[in-house]
């Protein structure tokens, strides 16, 4: 079941969601961090604001404005190498924060800009974290079928 953040946002100005996938490691750790987001603020988005948006299939997406266009934004997750467009009215909402733990980050501090900004003005260094990164979700999701199909040997015998 898809969860319809575009009517939970016109109920609520602000929603809590943990959202799934890894798209934007190293920031925000799908599975194990819960988000703040609210409703789209009034003005454009920046450059690096984390807009929650619909794609045309109907799922929403968490990414990062990596440029903003005219009419809309192209959009990348930190842990992505391409890009995509999104229109103004796609967007449903921006993100404030997140929790790592109990620790409360907001995205708006300076602290975290300039993480945010030294992430994608390296390139090189960003290329080889994330190879590292992939690698690691590669071995970690070989074992994982390796253990599955030992156990259900296991329960044949």
Known sequence: MRNDYRKALGESAVIAFVPAGNSMWPFIKGEKQSVIVTR???DRL???DV???ERKDGSAVLHRVV????NGYVMQG???DYVETVSEGDVLG???GFYRGKKYIDVTESGYLIKVAKWY???KRRKIRLWFFRLKLRIKNKLKRIFAKKE???ELS
Do not use: G
């Open 51 to 53: 807009a929650l948006f």
């Open 78 to 80: 930190d842990s992505q």
């Open 46 to 48: 920046s450059l690096f």
């Open 67 to 70: 440029e903003v266009l005219p």
């Open 40 to 42: 789209k603020k009034d």
């Open 94 to 96: 921006v993100l404030q």
């Open 152 to 154: 259900k040997t296991d």
């Open 121 to 123: 003005r390296r390139k």
